[in-house]
């Protein structure tokens, strides 16, 4: 199940919504075939698995080990639990149960009802933790939340609004740091900040400095004062503009019209659950941050604190949670930090 999990992995960044699923067959305690779920649409983790082995004949004498309940519906592909029937496996050994409404133990009762054993819980705090973004969008229907931001050794994430020179970022973290984050933006679904971020900064929230996908821009802008010419409206990536105005769609920008209010930050994180967004990576401003910690909508936070000192400016925000772990990225110091209603797997 461990080497399940390794295999899991690989397939962040490329599966969502889907899940990362992990699978081994194992054949008189040798391992004979493995795979993992590549590429949204494409095959599942157990059929790549089955794929890899050459003599299928072996299949009937063999386990199979899987980090999610195989699915037992059709959806972009066939029913994975109907092709561990077909091959006649003699046991079948899951992680955790899918929780998807379409799955959600009908995948292990299919598989019982062939005759086949099937064992659970194996791993399962592991497979789950890997699996945190699928899980959370399934149970709570919002996006996986992650806040980011870099803070001076004195506490300031950005100068003082009058020193700034406008449409340019200030960075406080090094070039080390900023390939990783560009990294975390190539493995989540979406990118969020704030409408005062985007006229400050004038950021274009891609992946510029490592060779992933750039995830879609989102941004908060009540009364569309974002100008025509910000980078966020560029065509280098799809862009949502949540707003009190209009609904509209011109090239890669989508405007989205809400009922403006104080707890809106809810609706659109709703919206974008039912849009399919899996996870969320946040990036500020403050107000954002802010408001995000407060009202307890975050699920992983990373932080990166520099050795820079600016006596004066943005206060960064208070974030009073003891870190998971720390670790140095060039001259930084980086620390990650988990809801403490998250599942962990120590």
Request: net charge positive; hydrophobic share 35%; proline share 5%.
């Amino acid at each position: 199940m461990q080497r399940c999990i390794e295999l899991a992995k690989n397939g962040l960044g490329n599966v969502a919504p889907n899940p990362l699923v992990g699978a081994v067959i194992v054949h008189n305690d040798k391992i004979i075939g493995e795979g993992y779920h590549q590429q949204f649409g494409k095959a599942h983790a157990e059929i790549n698995a089955i794929n890899s082995v050459k003599d299928k004949s072996l299949l009937k004498e063999s386990t199979i080990y899987v980090t999610l309940e195989p699915c037992s519906h059709y959806g972009k592909t066939p029913p994975c639990a109907d092709a561990i029937v077909q091959y006649g496996f003699k046991q079948v050994v899951i992680g955790n149960i899918d929780p998807f409404e379409k799955v959600a133990g009908k995948g292990i009762k299919k598989l019982k009802a062939s005759g086949i054993d099937v064992i659970t819980s194996v791993l399962e705090k592991e497979c789950w933790f890997i699996n945190r973004r699928f899980m959370i969008a399934q149970t709570k229907k919002r996006p996986y939340l992650i806040l980011k931001f870099a803070q001076s050794k004195d506490g300031f994430i950005d100068i003082a609004p009058e020193e700034k020179q406008q449409g340019k970022i200030h960075y406080i973290s090094s070039v080390e740091s900023l390939k990783l984050v560009h990294k975390w933006r190539s493995e989540e679904a979406a990118i969020m900040v704030g409408t005062n971020t985007i006229i400050s900064d004038n950021p274009e929230l891609t992946c510029r400095f490592f060779p992933g996908k750039n995830p879609v821009r989102i941004t908060l802008d009540k009364k569309l004062q974002i100008p025509q010419n910000a980078k966020i409206k560029n065509e280098a990536a799809p862009t949502i503009i949540y707003n009190s105005i209009k609904t509209e769609k011109i090239k890669t920008t989508e405007y989205v019209q809400l009922n403006w209010h104080e707890h809106v930050l809810k609706d659109i994180f709703t919206d974008l659950h039912l849009k399919g967004f899996q996870s969320i990576i946040i990036e500020g401003g403050a107000q954002l941050l802010n408001y995000c910690i407060k009202e307890n909508f975050w699920d992983e936070a990373r932080i990166f604190t520099s050795h820079t000192l600016l006596k004066n400016g943005v206060k960064a925000p208070d974030f009073p949670f003891k870190p998971i772990y720390s670790e140095n990225i060039g001259p930084d110091n980086l620390s990650v930090y988990y809801h403490p209603q998250l599942i962990l797997p120590y």
